[in-house]
């Protein structure tokens, strides 16, 4: 049973990584000018949609993470599933908005302003993260070790999320 849940958190970190090799590629072709025209989505949709994919993976990976780290049970998975998946995609969404709206003005993201993004995020959702761990475990020294665990697959994740969304900027229509 553990080993299944490795090799479903194994294989969601390599899909992760691999999705950052082609995003980098084609971030370093396309000139910005052009990557600052095709992105035509308003703010709001942007994130929103880049929400839903971090989410997806993300949800995933703690939910393994929850299984294998915290020992959850089948019957509390639900409803850790249901906590987490809200908590962290309103955080996300936030965040995100905020940086989109407030940040830095520049058309296309640099790998400095990625990895200050991902620093700052990850502060955020560190915190949530242990609160979490905290509320379905009643340890600290668990939900330290989901927050160490989680940092780990959520940044891998992230900037994944990152060069995806700057690498294929959808075209409004």
């Known amino acids: 049973m553990l080993r299944g849940r490795c090799k479903a958190l194994t294989t969601v970190l390599v899909l992760a990584i691999l999705a ?18 095709a992105d035509t989505l308003p703010v709001w949709e942007r994130t929103l949609y880049k929400t839903l994919t971090y989410q997806a993976a993300a949800n995933l990976s703690d939910l393994a993470l929850y299984d294998v780290v915290l020992g959850g049970t089948a019957a ?12 962290a995609a309103a955080l996300y969404f936030g965040f995100e908005y905020a940086w989109q709206t407030l940040g830095s003005s520049a058309p296309e993201m640099t790998h400095a302003a990625i990895v200050e993004k ?43 999320n990152e060069y995806g969304w700057d690498a294929f900027r959808p075209i409004a229509r």
Not at 79 to 87: E, H, L, P, Y
């Open 118 to 160: 991902t620093i700052y995020y990850r502060l955020l959702n560190s915190s949530r993260n242990f609160a979490l761990g905290y509320a379905f475990s009643g340890s600290a020294v668990v939900a330290a070790g989901f927050v160490a665990a989680n940092v780990v697959t959520d940044t891998a994740i992230f900037v994944s």
């Open 76 to 87: 509390a998975g639900a409803g850790f599933f249901a906590v987490n998946a809200a908590s």
């Open 20 to 37: 950052t090799s082609p995003a980098h590629a084609q971030q370093a072709a396309v000139p910005a000018a052009a990557e600052a025209a």
